[in-house]
């Protein structure tokens, strides 16, 4: 691991030359109160609060070894290759990071209780990456039964739109019962009669954040129509209640963003899907891009055995009947080289670095299974795993939100962006 080694290099240059002595109350609690508390207070989805220094001495050696291998808080994007500018990107900086390994380094001292700042106020709406608009959901509980194999259940719900409304930003996530759920998907169901499925709005899977759509570019949700629930749901040992929400973020009354986008499964692996027992084993899969677009968010979507995934933009040929074409431009645009089972992260690219594909662009899913018994998640390294639903089977894609742009508009974009570039330089 790369990154590892250079981070604890840093970090140990860092601690040599550091006189003053790092504390809990004047150095780490403010970096946990912005990055971790959220997830580690009681009530939250982490098993332990991170709350004072009594909640955190005991997990000092793990919590210094979860942030510098970048474990926590969740984000798992390469630092290394293809784009590192996101929206809402929570993870720490280096110098964060080396704070809370020397901390940890020097004994984990409390420091002078006077240093520790006025406690974080958090409010229900907390538990939301975004501030909601609106929350809708289910109008019960669903009762999963304490054991068995895994279950699917679907529910309509009514958001009560009266007009059309375009949303900016989804989450969905469960308010009880966590635990038990594998993934939800959200459809939004506009005429019950002509197309009973709709179409598809997000997804939710463990430790998932908010989809967050570009600037000017929304998700149209007709007057009337409803949102298809569908929950997969892995019993647990005891009786679950249930019970998911979606929260909404609009655009203001009145305001029609130019663009409507959605998100979609590109490079799926399905019945080639072929991972023999105790190894790792990379699939690919394709898909083109019909017109030129703007791709805002990348999540990988594997099950207990992923490792890695790779998304490239293979860009169509510059001169395909020259005499001596040029080999076609290839470019990482993201990899998740460490995915950590339970987080099910979408990355959204900050504007300005999302990036712009022409017409005919390749986008090249590359993704690692680990099937051997060097991944902990794994079920059973003995079995050879394929496609499949359940949480036991495999999955091999990308979510990939997107929209597309006319032709002028894209070169319009295209133009712009290089002029930024060159200025940058
Ligand atoms: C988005 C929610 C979230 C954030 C933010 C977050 N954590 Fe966590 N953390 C979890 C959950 C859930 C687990 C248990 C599952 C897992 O390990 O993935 C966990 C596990 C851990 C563990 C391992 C506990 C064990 O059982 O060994 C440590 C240590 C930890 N977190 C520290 C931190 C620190 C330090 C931060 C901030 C720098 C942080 N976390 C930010 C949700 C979060």
């Not at 955190?56 to 510098?68: F, H, L, N, Y």
């Not at 984990?108 to 700042?117: F, L, Y």
Request: proline share 9%; aromatic share 10%.
């Amino acid at each position: 691991m790369r990154t590892g080694i250079s981070i604890m290099f840093a970090i140990s240059a860092a601690l040599a030359f550091s006189a003053d002595p790092v504390t809990f109350t004047k150095d780490v609690a403010p970096i946990f109160q912005r990055s971790c508390q959220n997830c580690h207070r009681p009530g939250s989805i982490a098993p332990m609060a991170l709350l004072n220094y009594k909640d955190a001495r005991p997990w000092a050696r793990s919590i210094k070894e979860k942030v510098v291998r970048r474990q926590m808080p969740p984000w798992h994007i390469d630092r290394n290759i293809g784009i590192n500018k996101f929206k809402d990107d929570p993870s720490l900086s280096e110098k964060e990071i080396a704070t809370i390994a020397s901390w940890v380094d020097q004994g984990s001292p409390e420091g002078n209780p006077a240093d520790m700042p006025p406690p974080r106020q958090f409010s229900a709406n907390d538990q939301w990456h975004i501030q909601p608009d609106l929350v809708v959901s289910m109008s019960k509980p669903y009762k999963l039964r304490a054991k068995g194999g895994d279950e699917y259940y679907d529910i309509d719900i009514d958001p009560g739109f009266k007009e059309d409304v375009y949303i900016s930003a989804v989450e969905t996530k469960p308010d009880q019962g966590f635990r038990v759920v594998h993934h939800a998907t959200t459809n939004l169901v506009e005429d019950p009669e002509e197309d009973p499925v709709g179409l598809f709005l997000n997804e939710y899977a463990v430790g998932k954040n908010a989809d967050l759509f570009p600037e000017n570019a929304g998700r149209l949700v007709k007057a009337g129509s409803k949102i298809h629930l569908n929950l997969h749901l892995h019993p647990y040992g005891e009786e679950t209640p249930v019970l998911v929400s979606v929260g909404f973020k609009f655009y203001p009354k009145g305001k029609v963003p130019k663009y409507v986008t959605f998100t979609q499964h590109m490079g799926d692996v399905k019945d080639d899907l072929d991972l023999p027992a105790g190894q790792v084993t990379r699939s690919d899969g394709y898909f083109r891009l019909p017109k030129p677009a703007l791709v805002s968010a990348f999540q990988p979507h594997f099950h207990a055995r992923g490792k890695a995934q790779c998304m490239e933009a293979i860009y169509p040929d510059v001169n395909p009947y020259s005499a001596r074409p040029l080999p076609a431009k290839v470019e990482t645009l993201s990899c998740v080289s460490e995915f950590q089972f339970g987080w099910s992260l979408t990355y959204p690219y900050a504007e300005d670095a999302a990036p712009l594909l022409p017409a005919g662009t390749i986008i090249h899913v590359s993704t690692w299974h680990d099937n051997s018994d060097n991944n902990k998640n794994n079920p059973n390294p003995k079995n050879w795993v394929g496609y499949g639903q359940r949480t036991i089977d495999e999955m091999s894609f990308a979510w990939v939100s997107l929209y597309y742009l006319d032709q002028a508009d894209f070169d319009a974009r295209v133009q712009t962006r290089n002029a930024a570039n060159m200025a940058k330089r």
